[in-house]
C-alpha cells in the first residue's frame, strides 16, 4: 500500500453517533424482529404439523435443533455491524466534512475545495459546493479590491442626495422642486 492511499483512510470510522448510531439500532432491532418471526414460525409449524404434546416441549426440542443458528447469528450480528458503520461511513464522513465547511464558509473564513475520497458517496454534492465555496470566495474578494471604487460611488451619491436635498428645502412647492431637480 502506497504512502498517499494510507493517507485517505478514515482513522475514526465511527463519525456521527446520531445518524450511524440510528442505524446501528435499526440492525439490531431489525435482527431481533427477525428472530422472533422465526421462532413464532417454527413453533406454529411443529404445533401444527407434529405430534399432540404440551407447548413448552416445543421449545426444548427447538433449543436442542435451532439453538446453534442462534449462536452463530449472534456471532455474525458483530461482523454485521462493523460493515454496517465501514459502509455508513461513506455517507456520514462525507456529511460531516461538508458540515464543517458550510459552517467555517458561513463565518466568513476562507474554505478550501472539498474533495472526496474514491468509494466515498455524494461526489455531485461536493463538486457544488466547490461551485458555491468558489463564488462566494470570488464575490468576497472582489468586494475587498472594489471598495475603494464604492466608496467614490458612495460619495458621489451622498453628494447628489445632499444636492437634492438642499434643492427641495429652498424650493416652495412640488412643482418648482421637480423643475430645480431637472434643471
Known amino acids: 500500500m502506497s504512502s498517499s492511499s494510507h493517507k485517505k483512510l478514515r482513522k475514526q470510522l465511527f ?37 399432540a404434546r ?10 436442542f435443533f435451532y439453538g446453534p443458528s442462534l449462536i452463530i447469528s449472534l456471532v455474525i450480528l458483530p461482523l454485521v455491524l ?16 461538508l458540515r464543517r465547511s458550510m459552517r467555517d464558509l458561513a463565518r466568513g473564513q476562507h474554505v478550501e475545495p ?6 466515498d458517496f455524494w461526489h455531485d454534492f461536493a463538486e457544488d459546493f466547490n461551485a458555491v465555496v468558489a463564488r462566494v470566495q470570488g464575490e468576497s474578494t472582489a468586494q475587498g479590491e ?4 464604492d466608496s467614490d460611488e458612495e460619495k458621489l451619491l451622498l453628494e447628489a442626495v445632499s444636492i437634492q436635498v438642499g434643492l427641495n428645502e429652498t424650493a416652495d412647492t412640488p412643482a418648482e422642486t421637480t423643475q430645480a431637480s431637472l434643471s
Open 15 to 51: 463519525v456521527d453517533p446520531k445518524v450511524q448510531g440510528a442505524l446501528v439500532w435499526r440492525a439490531i432491532l431489525y435482527w431481533f424482529t427477525c428472530l422472533i418471526a422465526m421462532v413464532l414460525m417454527v413453533v406454529c409449524w411443529r404445533v401444527l404439523t407434529g405430534p
Open 114 to 119: 472539498i474533495q472526496f475520497r474514491e468509494n
Open 146 to 149: 472594489d471598495t475603494t471604487a
Open 82 to 97: 462493523a460493515d454496517l458503520i465501514r459502509a455508513s461511513n461513506r455517507f456520514a464522513g462525507p456529511m460531516l466534512r
Open 54 to 63: 404440551m407447548f413448552y416441549y416445543h421449545f426444548d426440542d427447538m433449543w
